[in-house]
Structure formats: C-alpha cells, structure tokens
C-alpha cells in the first residue's frame, strides 16, 4: 500500500509540474511521448519572448525551461547594457534567447558541445541575428574532447578528462579555451559570461590569467558534488571582482565596473 501511495504522489507531482510549467497541451504531448515511448516536440510562445521555441518532452527541456521561465533563474538587474555576451553551456539556447529578447543590442556567443542539444539551440535561436551558435566545449586548453552521458538527460551532459567509462561517450568535440572563444570572435571585453557547464568549469578556471580581467560580469553553476574543486578553482580565480550574490542554482559576481547589478 505505501508503494502504491508513493507512486500515486510521485505521478501528482509531476502531472502538476508538468502542468505549471508547459501547460494542459504540453501535459498532453508527454503523456503522448510517454505512451508512444517517442519523444515529442513542442513549440512555446511567451510574451516577454521575441519568438516561439521547441521544447523536447519528456526531456531534461522541461526543467531547463522550469528554472529558466519559471525560477527565473536569469531574471537580474543591470545598471548598464551588456553589448558582449559569452554562454557556455547554452543547452537548447533558452538563456540565450532569454538574453536577447532583454538585450537586442547585445551580441551573444552560445557555446554547446553535445550534438543533439546544439541542433535545437540552433533551430531555436535562428530568429536572433545577434546569437552566435557555437558546437564546442569550453575547457582549459583547445583540444579534443569526448563527450560523455552520466544518464542525466539532455541537460547534464559532460566533458571527458580522462576519466570516465568509454561506455558512456557519446561523440567527440572541438574543446576551446576562454581567450580563444575571445581572439576567435574580435571580443575586447565579456560583459557577462554565463557558465553551466556540468563540472568543467573546474578546468576553465584553475588557470583564468589569460582572460579573466576581459570579463566584467559573470553568472556561474558551480557542480561542486560532481567534480570537487569547482568553487576552489573558481573562487580563486575571481577574487578579485568585489560583489557577489547567490540565487538560485547560480553565483553572481561582477566587478564594481561590471553591468549587472548586486545588492
């Protein structure tokens, strides 16, 4: 009886969650998708959103929408513009796209490495001539890199150090560096870098010398329980930047120059 119980609020939830977040049609497409055993597309229109975009159900779409739409996990104060705008770990482009319906004028480069997820990143930022897709890995060299599922969903796809099961790689990537991303693109300054990248930012922030005074602002997920050494190297490294907040899953750090507002 407990076990039916729980299965019972276990389904509740996510048939309420499910709802709040994408709706009574979109409710109808994961049921669909579940029976069928087939993942569907949805297509989303919001108006704070300059243009509709897809949603995969059910996928790891629904929460990256949830914590972005819904948490408003990237809904912060400015005191001025951003013109440069750098998203590692863009997923399927919905900060991306959350940022250039805010910002128009800003250029915004969104970095994805998994193959699957960039093709919906970019059908979904086509409409925005100021996104820049980009199919790479950031990391702390140029290089090659593999790809690797730990079966979390579409959102926590990893880069491979040297350690994982070769059973779990999906496919290889152009792995780039910070300055990189900067000398490829002409980018004197970053006035806001986003990073959610399921535990490499380990690497990309052990040594930041070459790159780090050309960013103002930046919005991190640190993955501590996943890679240890994630906050030592990034806390580190931005020492150096004076204001700080925490909300929601993200770090927020700017310098008393940088764009984004911390109180």
Known sequence: MKRISRKLAYYRYNIGYYYITVGIRGLFLTAVALLSKKVKLIRMKRRDIMFPFILRVPTSDVPTFHQVFVAKDYDFKVITRPKIIIDA?????????????????????????????????????RPYPNIVPVQAALWNQNTQIDIIDPGLGNWGFRVN?????????????????????????????????KVDIEGAEREVFHDATAWIERVG?????????????????????TKHFGRKMAFGDNVYLSRPSGCISIV
């Open 89 to 125: 770990g863009a997923n399927i482009g919905l900060a991306a796209i959350v940022f250039a319906s805010r910002f128009p004028d800003a250029k915004i480069i969104a970095i994805e490495p998994e193959a699957e997820n960039f093709s919906m990143l970019c059908d979904n930022v």
């Open 161 to 193: 150090g040297g350690n994982a099961d070769a059973v779990t790689t999906r496919h290889r990537v152009q792995a780039v560096t910070v300055d990189t991303i900067l000398e490829t693109y002409n980018l004197d300054f970053v006035d806001i870098l």
């Open 217 to 237: 602002s930046m919005i991190v997920e640190l993955h501590e329980n996943i890679i240890p050494g994630c906050e030592e190297s990034f806390y580190r490294a």
